[in-house]
């Protein structure tokens, strides 16, 4: 009879995260994976920054100039950032294991030896209720650059799991292609895209239109599936961050999402559901990916090492190196 291959449910979250208030956003986080077990998903995704809220949002949605006030916003993110492990990822890996189901879940990462260094972040939970493992996104964007620090090629992993090989990555980290090889090369099959929301007139069309276009590439480029997770903007979420009646009616509500299951010949299996809080989910197979692998498998037989190769610098970085005495 040859290989078997099952069949199972992949589950992507969009949901809006409370504002800068971690206790509040895990339970929701409780809530929304024991509801995606319950449909069945045995790897569930997250949007990008979820836990505590992205500040984004806080930036886009004023009319006056925020970066004075921005020290009081930088504060509270590092208060609600989360340490690895925590108590935070301590109630998190429980609720995997409960679920019986993978999780990545993308934070505010607070580095546990230097004080106010905050990563933007990526867990991976195993269905055992095991942190396996911390991807940080390699080169903050845009207003992400106001906040957090960069992380490096240590970070950058693909986890086995009893479905496939998994991996993951934040936003535009979509837009790169030679991180998209890197996780080819490492085997990835099954990937989690995080992003955060991108609600109607505080951003055109056209941002939500490349969320839609590079998760698709990425699928179909690499012959895998994509769990794509976008947050909302609910109204907590805008009243946080605005500071006139003004800048609150420029935004739609519970808009911005887009969160979708992409399958390997980059056509979408569900969604993308582009308003309001919800889950998104899909039965796949790895074998579907087989026919358009026969054709074009970049990284397998369809490829040309001798001529086109990548240096993968793997070194965790760290400002002290220890030499010989």
Known sequence: MGDVY?????????????????????????????????RHAVIIGFPELFISGHPSLWYYAQKTNPFSTQGALFRQL?????RVPSAATDRLCAAAKKAHAWVVMSVSE?????????????????????????HRK?????????VYSPGDGSYMNVYETRWGRLSAMLCGEHAHSLYKYALLSMG??????????FPKHIHGQDQRDSVDFRV???????????????SVADQQNIDFACG??????????????????????????????WEGETIVTAEICLEDALPGKQQHNVLGHYTRWDVFSLNFNRERLAPLKHGAP
């Open 138 to 146: 390699l080169v903050p964007t845009a207003v992400e650059k106001l």
């Open 216 to 230: 698709r590439q990425f699928a179909h480029e690499g012959k895998i599936f994509v769990v794509s997770c976008c």
């Open 244 to 273: 006139t009646a003004e800048e609150k009616s420029n935004i739609v509500p519970n808009s911005g999402g887009g969160s979708a299951i992409v399958g390997p010949n980059g056509q979408y299996l569900a969604g993308p559901v």
């Open 78 to 82: 590092v208060k609600n950032a989360v």
């Open 188 to 197: 990835t099959q099954i990937h989690v895209a995080a992003w955060p929301a």
């Open 6 to 38: 099952p069949r199972f449910t992949v589950a992507a979250v969009q949901a809006a995260p409370i504002m800068l208030d971690r206790e509040r956003t895990v339970d929701k986080a409780l809530r929304l994976i024991e509801e995606a077990a319950d």
């Open 110 to 134: 607070l580095d546990s030896l230097y004080p106010g260094t905050v990563y933007l972040s990526q867990l991976f939970i195993s269905d055992a209720g095991e942190l396996m493992g911390v």
